[in-house]
């Protein structure tokens, strides 16, 4: 595993950061960590990363414990409130961090090239950081993090400052990378995103991890059913309701979300059973963003 | 920790500090220059002109020393004292601190780019007011190595607290918490000759406790005595008042300054080694 925590918790004062924090990252994956804000999500990045020093619980990175300096130098890091010395220029700025992580001479030249034009900066290393817009900005940061060739990558909302075709080229990268095998800890608020490129996605609500798991497996079960029927009947809703939740009862329109895919054929024979006529039945897989909803609502927690 | 040492060094250039600095010390150096030279050239016409001549070069030496002393202290200060603070209030640091580089080594650098600034521009300054009075007096003073090393150590002693005050308050609260602590100094060093002229042993012993607060003024008064004691000069820098020194600070007092340095960094390394940011 790539990233393994147990217990991990953060207390503030009173205040929970995050809690009993249980994970497993493996290797060459895309990990979305998704959470409304002030859920703990860049408070479980930060520990991991070593800004924050965790209250209680473990975790191991690529195998050595939190704040091993040799793991570190494998570790890229955009943060989510990005900031850099802006009376460097983006060279100078790559180059200070390229010697914080041991690069030198030639290597580091080309490192910083190589850097520059894959995130789209190419012409633009000679100028001031402050020059930069905030997008020029952050892909500078994602320079940076990507600047040592890390093994482990973790993008805390990495295209926030960017318009829809730069977050294309940062989803792109991001592919690219776990092509290489790389493994990226990806924490963003824009789900279609994460629902795009995550193999797997943990959500966190209220400190606590609600669900976790391979995007396939926690979207697969859950659908949606809208259908038209006469004649229904109060026997007919509660046998539906059986199936999953019932979402709406309007007129002759039910909708309601199922557990199973397997439980659509079901729902016409509930319907005909209680000598309902079905009309029309339409399905829609969940989205990631239902889930999302769902969970953060109903607020339950997964504990190790 | 060179890699922060080198990066600071740059931003003291970059952000102009050291330019604004060198632009108002050679303002006080061209004004003090203009003092010292028609000072010194109209005293020559006054009947006391014999024996002032002896008494007024050490004191326009102390006094430029003395000033430029502030001005270093103020550098020293004003560089430093956002240098953890503001790096985590702005967020700057959020980049830095998860590479492979541990915490003790950023504040070892950047206190390490800092005092190698501050003492080139330490050591500027104190060969040109030495320039100046010799120049406009004929004052002769030899060139002592280890009075250099003491002037460029007064504002390390500040650079040292403003670090470790960087590492627990905000940027604000450290500055005038370091302006205060430099003002206790120095107030406190001249009550010191003060009670050492009207022998006074409370303000005495007022002086010896702000000196252990904040050692730099000590080190002024070594300086100037090491400068004006030495074997031809006269036994003027008694006769100073506030900015001369009538006893001279011990040894110990300067092994003192060293161990105060190092404690305010260790401190300074170990509250931030363990912070959240």
């Avoid at chain 1, 730069?166 to 924490?187: A, S, Y």
């Avoid at chain 1, 005909?272 to 079905?278: E, F, I, P, S, T």
Wanted: net charge positive; hydrophobic share 45%; glycine share 12%.
């Amino acid at each position: 595993m790539v990233i393994e925590t147990d217990g991990l918790t953060k207390m503030y004062c009173q205040k929970v950061g995050c809690s009993e924090i249980c994970l497993n990252v493996g290797e060459g994956q895309i990990f979305g960590f998704l959470g409304p804000n002030g859920a703990g999500k860049s408070t479980l990045v930060k520990i991991l990363v070593g800004l924050l020093f965790p209250t209680a619980g473990s975790a191991r990175i690529l195998g050595k414990p939190l704040g091993d300096q040799g793991v570190r130098r494998k570790i890229g890091f955009l943060p989510e409130n990005f900031r850099y010395q802006d009376w460097l220029t983006g060279v100078e700025l790559l180059s200070f961090h390229g010697s914080l992580y041991g690069l030198r001479g030639a290597e580091k030249t080309r490192r910083i090239r190589q850097v520059l034009e894959r995130v789209g900066l190419g012409d633009k290393g000679r100028q001031k950081v402050g020059s930069y817009s905030k997008g020029m900005q952050q892909r500078v940061g994602l320079a940076c993090a990507l600047l040592p060739d890390p093994e482990l990558i973790f993008l805390d909302e990495p295209t926030s400052a960017l318009d829809p075709l730069g977050r294309r080229e940062v989803r792109e990268i991001m592919l690219d990378l776990r092509e290489k095998g790389k493994t990226i800890f990806l924490n963003s608020h824009l789900l279609s995103e994460v629902e795009m490129i995550c193999d797997r996605v943990a959500i966190i609500n209220k400190g606590n991890i609600v669900k976790e798991g391979p995007l396939g497996k926690l979207l697969a079960g859950a659908v949606e059913v809208e259908m038209v029927a006469g004649n229904i009947t109060q026997k007919m809703v509660d046998e539906l309701s059986a199936l999953g939740s019932l979402l709406k009862v309007k007129g002759n329109t039910i909708r309601l979300s199922l557990r199973e895919t397997g439980d659509i054929p079901v729902v016409a024979e509930i319907v005909v059973n209680n000598g309902g006529r079905l009309f029309s039945l339409n399905t829609r897989q969940n989205s990631l963003e239902d889930l999302f909803v769902d969970l953060v609502k109903e607020g339950g927690a997964d504990k190790c | 920790m060179l890699t922060i040492a080198a990066l600071t060094c740059k931003e003291v250039v970059r952000r102009r500090i050291l330019l604004v600095t060198i632009v108002l010390a050679a303002a006080f150096l061209s004004l003090y220059g203009i003092g010292v030279h028609y000072g010194y050239q109209d005293m020559g016409g006054s009947q006391y002109a014999g024996p002032m001549s002896a008494l007024i070069a050490p004191m326009f030496l102390s006094l430029g020393l003395y000033f430029g002393s502030f001005i270093i202290a103020f550098l020293a200060v004003m560089a430093a004292v956002g240098s953890v603070s503001g790096e985590i209030e702005n967020g700057v640091i959020n980049a830095i601190v998860p590479s492979p580089v541990r915490r003790v080594d950023i504040i070892l650098g950047k206190f390490i780019g800092y005092s190698l600034m501050l003492s080139v521009f330490s050591s500027l300054f104190y060969a040109a007011v030495l320039l100046i009075v010799r120049y406009n007096t004929g004052l002769h003073l030899p060139v002592k190595a280890g009075a250099i090393t003491l002037f460029c150590l007064q504002p390390v002693v500040l650079l040292a607290v403003t670090m470790f005050g960087s590492t627990f308050l905000s940027t604000l609260a450290n500055g005038i918490a370091c302006f205060m602590l430099y003002a206790v100094g120095v107030v406190g060093g001249m009550l010191e000759q003060i009670g050492t002229l009207v022998n006074s042993q409370m303000l005495v012993n007022i002086g010896i406790v702000s000196s252990l607060l904040m050692p730099a003024d000590s080190v002024y008064r070594k300086i100037v005595f090491n400068l004006l004691s030495a074997p031809g000069s006269s036994m003027s820098y008694m006769m100073l008042g506030p900015f001369g020194s009538y006893s001279e600070p011990s040894v110990w007092m300067l092994v003192y300054t060293g161990l105060y340095i190092v404690i305010f960094l260790a401190l300074a390394s170990l509250i931030f080694s363990r912070k959240d940011i």
